[in-house]
């Protein structure tokens, strides 16, 4: 992987799981998408003040690149900017099983 990249995964579609093509199966692959998409916005923030300081060394890149990808896992499962949402609402019109997805289940608090 090329420094400041993000990962890329593979989607093959018979490696997905018993859960493809479900509702709930729409709604992680948004929130994966929307991950993906957070973990690029704060990759791309911190090269940006990286640059600007002139702080930089490969351990600590490294480090801040795990700590990016991990938060930007846990905003896109509880919330994040609101891409998921949008893509299960656009993804899922007309199918009358989209219900219960349409909404975030980090939403949804005991």
């Given at each position: 992987m090329i420094r400041g990249q993000a990962p890329v995964l593979a989607m093959d579609p018979r490696s997905a799981?018993?859960?493809?093509?479900t509702p709930q199966?729409?709604?992680?692959?948004?929130?994966s998408?929307?991950?993906m998409?957070?973990?690029?916005?704060?990759s791309q923030m911190r090269q940006a003040s990286q640059s600007l300081t002139g702080e930089s060394s490969?351990?600590?890149s490294t480090v801040q690149g795990l700590f990016?990808?991990?938060l930007a896992q846990t905003m896109a499962q509880s919330g994040?900017?609101?891409?998921?949402?949008?893509?299960?609402?656009q993804l899922s019109r007309g199918n009358p099983e989209s219900s219960q997805?349409?909404?975030?289940?980090?939403?949804?608090?005991p």
């Open positions: 799981g018993p859960s493809a093509g199966g729409l709604r992680r692959a948004a929130e998408l929307e991950s998409f957070i973990h690029q916005l704060l490969s351990e600590m990016d990808q991990q994040g900017v609101g891409l998921a949402d949008m893509l299960v609402r997805v349409l909404s975030n289940p980090a939403d949804k608090k």
